[in-house]
Structures are given as C-alpha cells and as structure tokens.
C-alpha cells in the first residue's frame, strides 16, 4: 500500500497520509492537526512519569514528510502547544531550533481550545496565528468541527480512532480519518494525544492508518 490515498473533497483533491496528515497539492500545503507540542513537558511538571523526547519525534515525522511531500505552507489546525507549562524551554528551544532549518516554510496556526489557554507560539517562531475558519479553496480550515455555511470543514479536535475487530477478543485502534458530508476529521498528529473512538456510519468513511499505509474502512 502506498503512505498516502487521493481522495476528492468538495471538487478539491487532498491526500491522506498515513502519518496523519493532509496534504493539500494545489496550495502545496500540509494540513496538520493537534500536535500539542509540550504535553509530556506538562505532565512531567505535574509528577507524572511520561516519557521524553515527544517533542523531538514529532518534530522529526514533520521533516520526513517535508522531504517526501513538496511544500510551501503548513498549517495548524490547533493545539500547537498543550498547556502555559509547554513553554518550557527545552520545548521551544527545540522548535526555535527546527524552525531555523526551514526559514522561508510559510507556517499558519489556527487557534484550538488549547492554544487559547497555553497562549499564542512565541512570535519568533515566525507562525501566524489566526482564528477559525481559514477559508481556502473549498474548505473552511477550522480547530472545531462545526459545519460552515458555505464551506466544507476540514477540522481537529476529536482525535478520532477506529476500532478494527479480529477473530475472538483481538483488535486493533489505530487514528483515523473521518470523512463526512460537511465537516471532516483529520486525526491528531501528536504522538502523545490519545484518541476518541468513533463508529462507521452512512454520513461518512472511515481511513485507518497503521503500518505505514492509509486504507478505507469499508475496503477490508
């Protein structure tokens, strides 16, 4: 199977890939939701014994997908940051530190719940930050999945997993793409993010990713 599957989305085509994300060819664009850079950070200051280097990782699934996929814009789809406590400056000196790497990348966050209350990158960074929806070709490019009037929305939020059955007591939950009628759901790009199970059903499909590959539900 190949890392990506082509769909066509409101007479636009994106590609689903299966380290959940979107890419967006006619903007050349990545559509990236729910990072929260910093969770680990957070927790770990809170006591709880999480593990390190999500920061790092996350950042190096960024680089690999930059170099497969060619791209002038990424953009956010909410929670960049996790919590105030994602400001700690391991966590930014390592983002100061990718983002040097790529100067000229055009880099756009649209504010989720999150970032409201870890507060705003700081400007250094150089990502404009802007709030729900960013209108662009036929999408409206929001951290909520609230339907828009005139827009299909392609939204983060819901960290959407599906549950594969296999014989007896054994499954699998992989992130997913949800693809419904008038809002869509980008699963979250974050490796330390968990996940909300949803179920297949008329008004949409279901794309797993796991292994390196995206599939559709209804395919298996």
């Known amino acids: 199977m190949k890392p990506y599957q082509p769909i066509t989305l409101a ?12 890419y967006y060819p006619e903007h050349r664009a990545l559509l990236i939701a729910d990072v929260h850079f910093g969770k680990a950070a957070a927790y770990r200051k809170l006591g709880q014994p999480v593990p390190h ?16 996929y060619p791209c002038e814009w990424i953009i956010f ?4 940051l996790h919590a105030p406590e ?14 040097s790497t790529h100067p000229t990348l055009r880099m756009t966050l649209i504010r989720g719940n999150h970032d409201r209350r870890a507060g705003d990158p700081p400007v250094s960074l150089g990502i404009e930050v802007v709030t729900e929806p960013l209108l662009l070709g036929p999408y ?10 005139t827009h299909h929305v392609l939204a983060g939020h819901v960290h959407p997993v599906y549950r594969l059955q296999g014989r007896g007591r054994q499954n699998l ?3 997913c793409f949800w693809i419904g009628k ?20 008329p008004d949409g499909r279901v794309y797993v990713v796991g292994d390196g590959a995206v599939w559709e539900v209804n395919e298996l």
């Open 11 to 22: 007479g636009a085509e994106l590609w689903l890939l299966a380290d959940k994300a979107i």
């Open 53 to 68: 280097g999500t920061t790092q990782s996350n950042l190096e699934r960024l680089d690999r997908l930059l170099a497969a």
């Open 77 to 80: 789809l909410g929670d960049f």
């Open 86 to 99: 994602s400001h700690a400056a391991t966590t930014l000196s390592a983002l100061h530190q990718w983002r």
């Open 140 to 149: 409206a490019l929001q951290h909520e999945p609230d339907a828009h009037n």
């Open 173 to 175: 939950r992989l992130a």
């Open 182 to 201: 008038k809002v869509s759901l980008l699963p979250a790009f974050g490796g330390f993010t968990g996940g909300f199970a949803i179920e297949r059903s």
